[in-house]
């Protein structure tokens, strides 16, 4: 085959590969319902780096908080501890077939960060564990709140996360050794599952407006899809004052003072949603203090929205992991799960530690308190 006819080639199997996704999703569209379960099994899952020592006091303060359906058996805690770099490497893969099986069988799960590596490096070509997550459990909303009550600002981002240029991040082609080109995938249904579950928040949370997020002026066919569908959900909800923004745009507005509190809830590709939702995490204290959620309607993994920190480890700064990130994601689960007076609980302890009352400061430079004295003191708050 010439170079040409093997990437047509290539360029005709993606297209079918997306159509066969689009005629999925078309046909598969309801939630589960936790309620009407009789056990939720919350897998727990460490990953590389400080991820294991931010999981464990997190797996004890869920089971803490939980303990009278963790005894009764309506709730199971499964610790998961194959998904690490050293494992992914071995078998060649994002997630290995038996840790994917372990992860499936799970309604919810908690997740550290895992290590995703560079080209060139030690382990190998393997895609973040994250997106191959996302992907495989078709975790298509990835939801993190922002709140910094001082300046006015409490956001609510609903990023696309299974689309956009993460959907053929490692299938671009390189063409000749001058030209290589990336693919970036939006689809009408994959974008009116987001809108839809970020009006629906809207609605019920009193927000009353809702900011979609691209660059339809350049970017024309896949952001000017994303634009016009968002816009077309929100004609379904009265009351709620649609506006649209460029992403440059809306990335200046987050930090200019007399703009940043009119905004409520966002919806965003994947690509834009990434970036912004760091830089809000940034605003409200680092990406160590935010959380999470990544939901599909079979399954719902939550994470810190940091990353695994080697350098802490290599460092010799283990100690000082802060595990506040990924305790923010447990409370979304145990909110996602039905266990709100749980999830209220843990964020008012939560909030008075690090913020309102904040006698002891975690600094990721080995300055201030250990991660077990944190865990003390917000023990303290809590039980
Ligand atoms: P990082 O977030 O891991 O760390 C950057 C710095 O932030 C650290 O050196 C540390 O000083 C500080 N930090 C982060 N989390 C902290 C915590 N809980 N407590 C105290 N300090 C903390 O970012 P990076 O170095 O760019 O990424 C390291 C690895 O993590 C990479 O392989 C990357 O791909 C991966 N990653 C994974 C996820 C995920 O699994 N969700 C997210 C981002 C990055």
């Known amino acids: 085959m010439t170079q040409t006819a093997d990437y047509k080639k290539r360029i005709e199997d993606i297209v079918t590969a997306q159509l066969a996704r689009v005629e999925n999703m ?30 464990e006091p997190t797996y004890d303060l869920l089971e803490k908080l939980l303990e009278k359906d963790v005894k009764s058996g309506k709730i199971e805690l499964r610790m998961i501890d194959g998904l690490t770099i050293e494992n992914r490497s071995a078998a060649g893969q994002a997630i290995p077939d038996d840790v994917l099986a372990e992860i499936k069988a799970c309604n919810v799960l908690l997740k550290g960060p895992t290590t995703t590596p560079r080209k060139g490096d030690k382990w190998g ?10 992907k495989k459990l078709d975790l298509f909303a990835n939801v993190r709140p ?39 995938v939006i689809t009408t249904q994959g974008t009116e599952r987001i809108a839809k579950m970020a009006f629906d928040y809207a609605k019920a949370n009193g927000k009353d407006r809702v900011s979609i997020v691209t660059k339809a002026n350049i970017v024309k066919k896949t952001d000017g899809k994303f634009l016009e569908v968002c816009k077309r959900i929100g004609e379904n909800y009265p009351g709620i004052t649609v506006d649209d923004w460029y992403i440059d745009i809306a990335t200046a507005k ?23 939702t760091d830089e809000a995490a940034q605003l409200q204290g680092g990406v160590g203090t935010a959380g999470s959620a990544n939901i599909g309607q079979h399954h ?34 145990l909110s996602h799960i039905g266990y709100q007076a749980e999830c209220d609980r843990l964020n008012e302890a939560l ?11 975690i600094d990721s430079r080995g300055n201030g308190a250990t991660r077990d004295e944190f865990v003390e003191y917000l023990y303290s708050k809590l039980f």
């Open 26 to 55: 078309k046909a598969d569209h309801e939630f589960d319902d936790f309620q009407s379960l009789d056990k939720i099994v919350i897998g727990c899952i460490g990953g590389d780096g400080i991820g294991p020592l931010i999981m």
């Open 125 to 134: 070509n393997i895609e973040s564990a994250n997106v191959a997550m996302r």
């Open 146 to 184: 922002v709140a910094i009550p001082e300046i006015g600002v409490d956001w609510t981002f609903f990023r696309e996360n299974t689309e956009c240029l993460y959907a053929l991040g490692s299938d671009g082609i390189d063409v000749t050794d001058d030209l290589a080109i990336d693919f970036r």
């Open 254 to 276: 987050l930090v200019d003072p007399n703009k940043r509190s009119d905004f409520q809830v966002f919806i965003l590709p994947n690509l834009y949603g990434d970036i912004i």
């Open 300 to 333: 719902a993994m939550f994470e810190a929205i940091h990353g695994s920190a080697p350098r802490m480890i290599t460092e010799g700064r283990s100690d000082y992991a802060n595990p506040s990130s990924i305790m923010r994601a447990a409370a979304m689960l």
């Open 351 to 361: 909030d008075i530690c690090l913020d309102k009352e904040k006698k002891i400061v």
